[in-house]
Structure formats: C-alpha cells, structure tokens
C-alpha cells in the first residue's frame, strides 16, 4: 500500500466531529470518502487536504489535542535524567518512561521522591546493560554531556567515540534500537570544534541505522517558558520505519517573570516561599543600585571599574553580570547559581538572588515536584534542567509522529488481510 489512509473513527478524531457527522458530510458532497471493497469508508490524505483548504491534515498549525493523546501506550527510555525535567515534559505528553538512568545521588533521590513508580538506576551509565529492552522501547530520550573527540588517524565510527558520554547513548540506541531518539545539549554544540563534534555525532547514528534531522536549536521563550534560554535538539528515526516527526513550531505568545513568580497564565498562585542564597555585604550594595532590568552599565562609572575589574576593558556587552531581572521581561538563562559573578539574577524588587522555588518556576517545575539535597545542590539540579515546558512541546511532537505511523501500520495490516 503506497498511499496513507484515514478511517472513518480516525479521521473523526483528527477534525474533532463526530462519525454521524462524517457521514453526512459524505452523503452531501461536504467532505467525500474513499469506499474500499467491502465498503469501508476512508479518507485520503489528498481529500483532507482539499478539505483544511489545501494544508495537510499534519501540517496544520492549529490543531485539535486528539493528535497529540498517545493513541497506545508508547515507552521511553531516560538518560542522563538530572532532576526530572526533559523526563516530566514527556510524561506530560502521555508517554510512559520504562527506565531512567542517573549518576548524581541526589537528583535520583529527587526523581524517586516525586515519582515513586519510576525505574530509576542510579549510577553511572557505562555499567548498565540495555539489550533486555530491545523492541520495547518508542524513544530514548536524554541530555548527554558534551565531551570533545580525539581526531588524530581516526575514522570518528562508533567505536572511535568510546569513553565518552556520547558513546554510552549511542550504544544504549544501538542495544535497544528505538523508534525514535531524542537527544538535547547546550547550543554551543553547533560551533564545537567548527561544528565536527556534531556532524560526528550524527554520522555515528548514521551508522546505527537511523536518520537524523537537521539539528534545531530551540528558544525555550517560545515555548511557554518565561526563560531566555536555548537549547540543541537532535531527532533520529529509524531507517527501516516511516515516521514523519517535525519539531514543534514557536508560538509567539512570550512569557515574562511576572508569569512565572505570580498567579496568572502558568500558575494559579504566587510563588511559594522556599530557601535562597544571599549576597555578600560588597555585592549587596552593587546589587542595590540595578535597577529592574538594568545591570552594570547602570552603576557609576567609578563603580563600574571598581566591580568589573579588567572586564570593564574588555569588549562585548556583558549584559548578565550584575543583572536585575524585570517583572515584564523573560529571565536570562538561568545558571548552578544565581549569586555567581557574572551570572547574576537577582529579583526585580527584593536585592537577593531568585529562591530555589522561583528557579524552579521560571524553570516550569510544577510546584509539587520537590528537591532533594543542599540548597546549592538543588540549585544545581534545577540549573542544568531542560524547562519542562519546552521538553514537552518536543515531546508531543513525538506523540503525534508516533500515533500518525501506529495509525497508518494498522490500516495497512488491516487492508493487506
């Protein structure tokens, strides 16, 4: 079968009306089926799309919530799981996480408090056998660390990555042999090494037999989060299936702070009280000076000198050194810690850095998912953490790809009997 087919309850689903009103819309001429042998009704592609006005019924910009429900269940694989929030974006998605994988104690302990359910194996990753997962899992998903490769008289083949946190994905891929893999890094990974550790990377799962998609840095800011903060996302199918997976197009509604510490679109109610870290005496009087969305530049200049040191020579903007983030801006990319030099976010009214829970928040945590560990460690945690938000935009784009191929597998079993 060449052609992909819709049936009557599916296509129902997918325009969001009900099949007696499908069959009207046949009788009428409104929207037409294809009748099969045995006279079962089906839509084409090609009447869908005459019928959206020329968009395919995929494609389409504005679109009911029926495609993005998991129409079975779909398991993953988590790697390098952190604190849970590339893993809390696909569970929003409705996808059903098998086994995630950490080395860090603490966010394991994170990961089992909140989600008791979750298979978690703490440790690190290199010990684990994953071959008993083979054709069990939907995706493997994960943010593995970017190590740089050693080129001299190598071929860069799957094997010349060993020892590196690259290769325990790409050999966790290789052993379970998913449908999809999702893979997510900081964006400076395109211009690493002029950009011969990613091609490298996507060479390798080449080889693994997969097709990888033009890498996408995505703006988290588009995605529902109230965070300047961008990450790499690389998306490979298996060669031997047809799986169409688009990467999840930006909304141009953008957060600000105010949406993440107050009640309003993303919350119900303001931001909890939890723990925070506190200025030194010398930062605290700098800091006192910023005003709501002002930094450095704002200072006097004998202060400007006196704060930045052989900085305040040097060219570039340095725009997040001595930062005071606005209410009705976006925060910059949040760091490990909110006090550091340079890297400072400092709360737009109260002189003192964001608290964990409003890191957590701008961060898109749900407020009952908490941490464990140190108050820096949990900054740590969160810090490193993909926003949940955007996690899940990635993922829900995996759910339809996933439903379209479960559907169209189906109908041709069903049509081939």
Same mark, same amino acid.
């Given at each position: 079968?060449?052609?992909?087919?819709?049936?009557?309850?599916?296509?129902?689903?997918?325009?969001?009306?009900?099949?007696?009103?499908?069959?009207?819309?046949? $009788?009428?001429?409104?929207?037409?089926?294809?009748?099969?042998?045995?006279?079962?009704?089906?839509?084409?592609?090609?009447?869908?799309?005459?019928?959206?006005?020329?968009?395919?019924?995929?494609?389409?910009?504005?679109?009911?919530?029926?495609?993005?429900?998991?129409?079975?269940?779909?398991?993953?694989?988590?790697?390098?799981?952190?604190?849970?929030?590339?893993?809390?974006?696909?569970?929003?998605?409705?996808?059903?996480?098998?086994?995630?994988?950490?080395?860090?104690?603490?966010?394991?302990?994170?990961?089992?408090?909140?989600?008791?359910?979750?298979?978690?194996?703490?440790?690190?990753?290199?010990?684990?056998?994953?071959?008993?997962?083979?054709?069990?899992?939907?995706?493997?998903?994960?943010?593995?660390?970017?190590?740089?490769?050693?080129?001299?008289?190598?071929?860069?083949?799957?094997?010349?990555?060993?020892?590196?946190?690259?290769?325990?994905?790409?050999?966790?891929?290789?052993?379970?042999?998913?449908?999809?893999?999702?893979?997510?890094?900081?964006?400076?990974?395109?211009?690493?090494? @002029?950009?011969?550790?990613?091609?490298?990377?996507?060479?390798?799962?080449?080889?693994?037999?997969?097709?990888?998609?033009?890498? $996408?840095?995505?703006?988290?800011?588009?995605?529902?989060?109230?965070? @300047? %903060?961008?990450?790499?996302?690389?998306?490979?199918?298996?060669?031997?299936?047809?799986?169409?997976?688009?990467?999840?197009?930006?909304?141009?509604?953008?957060?600000?702070?105010?949406?993440?510490?107050?009640?309003?679109?993303?919350?119900?109610?303001?931001?909890?009280?939890?723990?925070?870290?506190?200025?030194?005496?010398?930062?605290?009087?700098?800091?006192?000076?910023?005003?709501?969305?002002?930094?450095?530049?704002?200072?006097?200049?004998?202060?400007?000198?006196?704060?930045?040191?052989?900085?305040?020579?040097?060219?570039?903007?340095?725009?997040?050194?001595?930062?005071?983030?606005?209410?009705?801006?976006?925060?910059?990319?949040?760091?490990?810690?909110?006090?550091? $030099?340079?890297?400072?976010?400092?709360?737009?009214?109260?002189?003192?850095?964001?608290?964990?829970?409003?890191?957590?928040?701008?961060?898109?945590?749900?407020?009952?998912?908490?941490?464990?560990?140190?108050?820096?460690?949990?900054?740590?945690?969160?810090?490193?953490?993909?926003?949940?938000?955007?996690?899940?935009?990635?993922? $829900?784009?995996?759910?339809?790809?996933?439903?379209?191929?479960?559907?169209?597998?189906?109908?041709?079993? %069903?049509?081939?009997?």
């Amino acid at each position: 079968m060449t052609q992909s087919v819709y049936s009557l309850d599916e296509t129902a689903k997918l325009l969001s009306v009900s099949k007696e009103t499908l069959r009207r819309w046949d $009788k009428n001429g409104k929207l037409k089926s294809t009748r099969l042998p045995n006279n079962y009704r089906v839509y084409t592609p090609e009447t869908l799309k005459a019928y959206t006005g020329g968009v395919g019924i995929f494609d389409m910009e504005v679109m009911d919530e029926h495609h993005y429900s998991p129409i079975k269940p779909y398991k993953t694989i988590e790697l390098f799981a952190g604190a849970g929030g590339l893993a809390l974006g696909l569970e929003k998605a409705g996808l059903e996480c098998a086994l995630l994988n950490e080395v860090n104690k603490w966010a394991c302990k994170t990961l089992k408090r909140n989600r008791p359910d979750w298979q978690v194996a703490e440790g690190d990753i290199a010990n684990i056998d994953f071959s008993s997962f083979l054709g069990q899992i939907d995706i493997i998903s994960g943010g593995f660390p970017c190590q740089a490769f050693s080129y001299a008289g190598k071929k860069l083949g799957f094997e010349d990555t060993r020892g590196t946190l690259f290769y325990e994905f790409s050999r966790a891929v290789k052993e379970v042999q998913p449908k999809l893999f999702i893979a997510e890094n900081v964006r400076g990974l395109v211009s690493h090494d @002029k950009g011969r550790t990613l091609k490298t990377m996507v060479d390798v799962m080449e080889t693994l037999n997969y097709k990888v998609l033009p890498p $996408k840095v995505l703006k988290a800011i588009h995605y529902q989060v109230p965070q @300047k %903060r961008e990450r790499l996302f690389l998306v490979g199918i298996r060669k031997d299936l047809k799986i169409h997976y688009q990467y999840p197009k930006p909304s141009d509604d953008i957060l600000v702070l105010a949406d993440a510490l107050k009640a309003g679109k993303l919350y119900p109610t303001d931001v909890p009280d939890s723990a925070g870290q506190r200025y030194p005496e010398s930062k605290q009087k700098i800091m006192e000076r910023i005003p709501p969305g002002g930094y450095w530049r704002d200072l006097p200049e004998p202060l400007q000198k006196d704060y930045m040191k052989k900085s305040f020579y040097l060219g570039g903007g340095k725009t997040g050194m001595a930062r005071r983030i606005a209410w009705d801006e976006p925060c910059l990319t949040l760091t490990t810690s909110p006090a550091q $030099k340079q890297t400072e976010r400092c709360h737009p009214d109260e002189t003192r850095p964001f608290t964990t829970r409003e890191y957590a928040r701008i961060q898109t945590f749900p407020d009952d998912w908490m941490f464990e560990g140190s108050m820096n460690e949990i900054y740590r945690q969160i810090g490193n953490a993909v926003p949940v938000n955007l996690a899940y935009a990635v993922a $829900k784009e995996a759910v339809r790809a996933l439903n379209r191929h479960t559907i169209e597998q189906e109908i041709s079993q %069903r049509f081939a009997s």
